[in-house]
């Protein structure tokens, strides 16, 4: 192996950029040569790749959003178009891949593996919803931009006595939600993976006012409905001064956290080890604390654990 290419896929995520340097130095550290691959899979297919030097990383570890451009391409999942990327790798002399996106991208990594150029999948997306790691690059910092809306809106909502009904991201996962609900104090949070009672939210939303909690903040993960419609619904139940405010892609941007830089420049630089050591078809995770690698076919018939008990947390801290 000598040229590695290296692409991001799917909805961008804050600290990608970090796992690109990471991918990228550790490889020139090896003595690898290394291309960039613009818009994930489309840009593989239209030929959009360019030599990255050390110079070319410089200082991106804490930028946001991607360097390489992102993009959805379902299109790949047809032979003809990854005949056409396979091309492009052989024009530009690449051997092997990082790719760093969630699901959807994993499935063009694995093809391409399967056409014999070995990809390992980096898990690049603020929804948390992948299997195998306890983590996705981009979560932490989506979580904090979170929390740090939700704060200002509790001063709000305090100041008028009111009820904020608070959409955040995660499609069906609700790792986002349950996070942000317990570090921003909560008096609910509403996700895909639990059942909720409208009656019994309503039912609570009263008692803690009448014990002299006059203002709430209620996570919803988009997964479930939307904040408008939620709060329409609650305000069936009472006179609760409900808002509701969706958070949208304001989420997805921004400077990484430490934890999430960190995250991905151990992930990138473990994907360049595991592409040295002639692997293919593997998803890095992090588990307990540790690297991890799983075949990607076993990701594609899991689903990722959400920590559910931070559910309970909520609902047994805002009594
Ligand atoms: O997967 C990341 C994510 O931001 C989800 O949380 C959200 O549902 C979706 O992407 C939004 O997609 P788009 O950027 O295409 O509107």
Not at 48 to 67: P, S
Not at 180 to 208: M, T
Not at 257 to 267: H, I, N, P, Q, Y
Request: charged letters at 25%; glycine letters at 12%; hydrophobic letters at 40%.
């Amino acid at each position: 192996m000598k040229r590695i290419g290296i692409m991001t896929s799917g909805g961008d995520a804050p600290g990608m950029n970090a796992a690109v340097r990471a991918v990228s130095r550790k490889a020139l550290t090896e003595g690898l040569e290394v291309f960039g691959i613009n818009y994930g899979f489309a840009g593989l297919v239209a030929g959009d790749i360019f030599q990255i030097d050390a110079a070319a990383v410089n200082d991106v570890i804490k930028r946001g959003g991607t360097m390489l451009y992102s993009a959805r391409y379902p299109e790949f999942e047809k032979e003809e178009v990854q005949l056409k990327g396979i091309a492009q790798l052989n024009k530009f002399g690449i051997d092997a891949l990082v790719v760093i996106g969630g699901d959807g991208s994993y499935h063009g990594a694995l093809k391409l593996t399967q056409h014999g150029y070995n990809a390992i999948g980096l898990p690049g997306t603020i929804d948390n919803d992948i299997p195998y790691t306890d983590f996705t690059i981009g979560f932490d910092t989506a979580v904090n931009t979170a929390l740090d809306a939700i704060d200002k809106l509790n001063d709000t909502a305090a100041s008028h006595e009111r009820t904020f009904v608070v959409e955040v991201m995660g499609r069906n996962c609700g790792d986002i939600a349950m996070w942000a609900a317990v570090a921003g104090g909560a008096a609910d949070v509403i996700i895909p993976e639990h059942d909720y009672d409208i009656e019994k939210v309503a039912e609570k939303l009263r008692s803690s006012r009448q014990r002299g909690q006059k203002h709430a903040i209620i996570v919803l993960a988009e997964g479930v409905m939307h904040a408008d419609e939620f709060a329409d619904k609650l305000a069936k139940y009472g006179d609760f001064q409900l808002r509701a405010t969706t958070l949208g892609h304001v989420q997805r941007g921004g400077n990484p956290t430490a934890k999430d830089r960190v995250l991905a420049s151990e992930m990138g630089a473990y994907a360049v080890e595991l592409l040295m050591q002639g692997k293919g078809g593997l998803a890095v995770g992090i588990q307990n604390n540790k690297l991890v690698n799983h075949a990607m076919t076993d990701l594609f018939n899991s689903k990722h654990e959400s920590q559910l008990e931070l559910h309970k947390l909520v609902e047994d801290l805002s009594y």
